[in-house]
């Protein structure tokens, strides 16, 4: 059974840092594209930054220069860095594992949640001015 099970979240003030944390029970886990989405009250689920198996990363445009996505493919754990947080950076960060095994897909779709089948619960992240 697949279980993402994230943590780090927490409250900071504008300008100040996080960094999250998915760890993953996948018994291929290098196999997996790996990414991070938030969702704020009201408001769709979008993709914030994803990574390939092969360590290939994308970044919505809200967050680029901001956060950073990684992999530790020997702890099967993901990290998602964030710097600068902002206001509208408030949200429940979830980590999303896809199928594995895919090849040849355009990158930008790792931040389509349609491609995940495997979600955790999410960690909370408020951000105040």
């Known amino acids: 059974q697949v279980q993402l099970v994230e943590s780090g979240g927490g409250s900071v003030q504008a300008g100040g840092s996080l960094k999250l944390s998915c760890a993953a029970s996948l018994y291929t886990y290098t196999k997996h594209a790996m990414g991070w989405f938030r969702q704020a009250p009201g408001k769709e689920r979008e993709g914030v930054a994803a990574?390939?198996?092969?360590?290939?990363?994308t970044y919505s445009d809200s967050v680029k220069g901001r956060f950073t996505i990684s992999r530790d493919n020997a702890k099967n754990t993901l990290y998602l860095q964030m710097n600068n947080l902002k206001p509208e950076d408030t949200a429940m960060y979830y980590c999303a594992a896809d199928d594995g095994g895919y090849s040849d897909y355009p990158l930008i779709m790792l931040l389509d949640k349609a491609w995940y089948s495997y979600w955790g619960q999410g960690t909370q992240v408020t951000v105040s001015s």
């Open positions: 990574i390939s198996g092969d360590g290939s990363t």
